[in-house]
Protein backbone atom coordinates (compact mmCIF):
# COMPACT_ATOMS: atom_id res chain seq x y z
CA UNK A 1 0.00 0.00 0.00
CA UNK A 2 1.43 3.50 -1.25
CA UNK A 3 2.24 6.42 1.45
CA UNK A 4 -1.32 7.86 0.59
CA UNK A 5 -3.68 4.76 0.30
CA UNK A 6 -2.54 3.84 3.44
CA UNK A 7 -2.77 7.54 5.05
CA UNK A 8 -6.29 7.31 3.70
CA UNK A 9 -6.67 3.80 5.30
CA UNK A 10 -6.18 5.02 8.17
CA UNK A 11 -8.05 8.08 8.60
CA UNK A 12 -11.13 5.70 7.24
CA UNK A 13 -10.17 3.82 9.97
CA UNK A 14 -10.80 6.55 12.53
CA UNK A 15 -13.45 8.19 11.43
CA UNK A 16 -15.83 5.24 13.20
CA UNK A 17 -16.22 6.19 16.66
CA UNK A 18 -16.70 2.01 17.75
CA UNK A 19 -12.82 1.94 15.78
CA UNK A 20 -11.60 4.63 18.06
CA UNK A 21 -13.08 3.07 21.29
CA UNK A 22 -10.96 -0.31 20.57
CA UNK A 23 -8.07 1.50 19.64
CA UNK A 24 -8.26 3.34 23.01
CA UNK A 25 -8.92 0.23 24.98
CA UNK A 26 -5.80 -1.68 23.08
CA UNK A 27 -3.57 1.22 23.66
CA UNK A 28 -4.05 0.28 27.55
CA UNK A 29 -3.33 -3.49 26.36
CA UNK A 30 -3.67 -6.07 24.12
CA UNK A 31 -7.35 -8.11 24.40
CA UNK A 32 -9.28 -10.95 23.21
CA UNK A 33 -13.12 -9.95 21.01
CA UNK A 34 -14.69 -10.75 23.87
CA UNK A 35 -13.00 -8.57 25.68
CA UNK A 36 -13.02 -5.65 23.18
CA UNK A 37 -16.82 -6.30 23.01
CA UNK A 38 -17.67 -6.09 27.14
CA UNK A 39 -17.82 -2.47 26.64
CA UNK A 40 -19.35 -1.85 23.65
CA UNK A 41 -23.07 -1.94 22.57
CA UNK A 42 -22.50 -4.02 19.88
CA UNK A 43 -22.44 -7.63 19.21
CA UNK A 44 -19.19 -9.91 19.11
CA UNK A 45 -19.79 -10.31 15.20
CA UNK A 46 -19.37 -6.48 14.90
CA UNK A 47 -16.84 -6.19 17.03
CA UNK A 48 -14.57 -8.68 14.91
CA UNK A 49 -15.98 -6.13 11.50
CA UNK A 50 -14.26 -3.45 13.31
CA UNK A 51 -11.28 -5.13 14.18
CA UNK A 52 -10.79 -6.40 10.22
CA UNK A 53 -10.99 -3.07 9.20
CA UNK A 54 -8.19 -1.47 11.97
CA UNK A 55 -5.90 -4.44 10.62
CA UNK A 56 -6.51 -3.44 7.04
CA UNK A 57 -5.92 0.33 7.91
CA UNK A 58 -2.33 -1.26 9.74
CA UNK A 59 -3.45 0.15 13.00
CA UNK A 60 -3.45 -3.18 14.96
CA UNK A 61 -1.89 -7.06 14.08
CA UNK A 62 -4.08 -10.00 15.46
CA UNK A 63 -1.64 -13.17 17.07
CA UNK A 64 -2.86 -16.47 17.89
CA UNK A 65 -1.78 -17.90 21.16
CA UNK A 66 -3.78 -21.48 21.96
CA UNK A 67 -7.29 -20.65 21.51
CA UNK A 68 -7.04 -16.69 22.00
CA UNK A 69 -6.73 -14.34 19.26
CA UNK A 70 -5.29 -11.32 20.86
CA UNK A 71 -5.40 -7.65 18.85
CA UNK A 72 -2.95 -5.42 19.57
CA UNK A 73 -2.10 -1.90 18.64
CA UNK A 74 0.16 -0.71 16.12
CA UNK A 75 1.54 3.11 16.27
CA UNK A 76 3.42 3.41 13.33
CA UNK A 77 0.52 4.36 10.93
CA UNK A 78 -1.16 6.63 13.82
CA UNK A 79 2.50 8.47 13.97
CA UNK A 80 2.05 9.06 10.43
CA UNK A 81 -1.33 10.53 10.96
CA UNK A 82 -0.33 13.00 13.32
CA UNK A 83 2.38 13.95 11.37
CA UNK A 84 0.65 14.39 8.73
CA UNK A 85 -2.00 16.55 10.91
CA UNK A 86 1.27 18.46 12.82
CA UNK A 87 1.83 20.14 9.16
CA UNK A 88 -1.57 21.59 9.12
CA UNK A 89 -1.60 22.49 12.96
CA UNK A 90 1.35 24.62 12.17
CA UNK A 91 -0.32 26.63 9.31
CA UNK A 92 -3.23 27.44 11.93
CA UNK A 93 -0.38 29.06 14.27
CA UNK A 94 1.44 31.17 11.52
CA UNK A 95 -1.63 32.03 10.36
CA UNK A 96 -3.13 32.69 13.79
CA UNK A 97 0.13 34.79 14.74
CA UNK A 98 -0.53 36.96 11.42
CA UNK A 99 -3.83 37.47 12.24
CA UNK A 100 -2.96 38.67 15.77
CA UNK A 101 -0.21 41.49 14.88
CA UNK A 102 -2.42 42.22 12.35
CA UNK A 103 -5.33 43.06 14.54
CA UNK A 104 -2.27 44.86 17.16
CA UNK A 105 -1.47 47.16 14.37
CA UNK A 106 -5.04 47.70 13.91
CA UNK A 107 -6.06 48.46 17.56
CA UNK A 108 -2.79 51.06 17.38
CA UNK A 109 -3.81 52.70 14.42
CA UNK A 110 -7.42 52.89 16.28
CA UNK A 111 -5.87 54.43 19.36
CA UNK A 112 -3.64 57.09 17.51
CA UNK A 113 -7.00 58.18 15.49
CA UNK A 114 -9.20 58.14 18.65
CA UNK A 115 -6.36 60.84 20.49
CA UNK A 116 -5.87 62.52 16.93
CA UNK A 117 -10.34 63.38 16.81
CA UNK A 118 -10.81 63.23 20.73
CA UNK A 119 -7.82 64.54 22.41
CA UNK A 120 -6.14 63.18 25.19
CA UNK A 121 -7.91 60.37 27.10
CA UNK A 122 -8.37 60.75 30.49
CA UNK A 123 -6.09 59.00 32.05
CA UNK A 124 -3.39 60.81 29.94
CA UNK A 125 -4.33 64.46 30.86
CA UNK A 126 -3.23 65.30 34.20
CA UNK A 127 -5.13 67.67 36.75
CA UNK A 128 -7.97 65.28 35.85
CA UNK A 129 -10.53 64.41 39.22
CA UNK A 130 -8.95 60.81 38.97
CA UNK A 131 -5.57 62.39 39.78
CA UNK A 132 -5.83 62.63 43.44
CA UNK A 133 -2.19 64.01 43.90
CA UNK A 134 -2.69 67.05 42.34
Known sequence: MSGSDQLS??????ADPTRRAILAELADRDATVTELTAPLPISMPA???????????GLISRTRSGKLRMS????????EAAEWIERYRRFWDTSLTRLDAHLAAVQAVGRA???TTHGPST???????HDKEN
Open 113 to 115: TDR
Open 47 to 57: VSRHLKALERA
Open 123 to 129: SDSPGKP
Open 9 to 14: AVFSAL
Open 72 to 79: RIEAAPLR
